[in-house]
């Protein structure tokens, strides 16, 4: 499968709840970096714990906020890196029950494990204005 289509599917399985799916795609070499708090500040995630946020994020949103998490993206610019790896940068519109609540920029790198791509990278930060920084 075609990078590009695998990650389409990889979103769309997101806006699904398709939590399984999901955290099936996310490589065991995952590292990621979060920074959607306050301006200076970041998380950092493995695999284990990205999965474990993926599963209680989404209960928490479908099963006690009773509202449908969404996440827009609008890709800026795709690039492989060999035949093995592919960066993408987006913005994504964060999205509960219909009510954007956050603007994100993020970089992912999928990586061609076996015959299946994955989840590599992902840096995210929450989109401030330039006033805001």
Not at 40 to 60: C, V
Not at 85 to 105: K, P, Q, T, Y
Request: proline share 2%; with cysteine; aromatic share 10%.
């Amino acid at each position: 499968m075609m990078a590009q289509a695998a990650i389409r599917q990889h979103r769309e399985a997101m806006n699904r709840g398709d939590v399984e799916t999901v955290n099936a795609g996310i490589s065991e070499r995952y590292l990621g970096v979060f920074c959607l708090g306050n301006a200076g500040t970041h998380e950092i995630y493995n695999a284990q714990e990205i999965r474990d946020g993926n599963a209680s994020a989404d209960h928490y949103y479908r099963q006690e906020m009773k509202k449908v998490p969404q996440w827009a993206y609008t890709d800026w610019e795709w690039g492989l890196r060999g035949e093995s790896e592919c960066v993408v940068s987006s913005r994504i519109d964060f999205s509960l029950g219909g009510d954007v609540i956050m603007h994100a920029l993020v970089t992912e790198v999928y990586a061609l494990e076996g015959d299946r791509w994955m989840l590599l990278r992902e840096y995210m930060e929450k989109y401030r204005p330039v006033q805001e920084i």
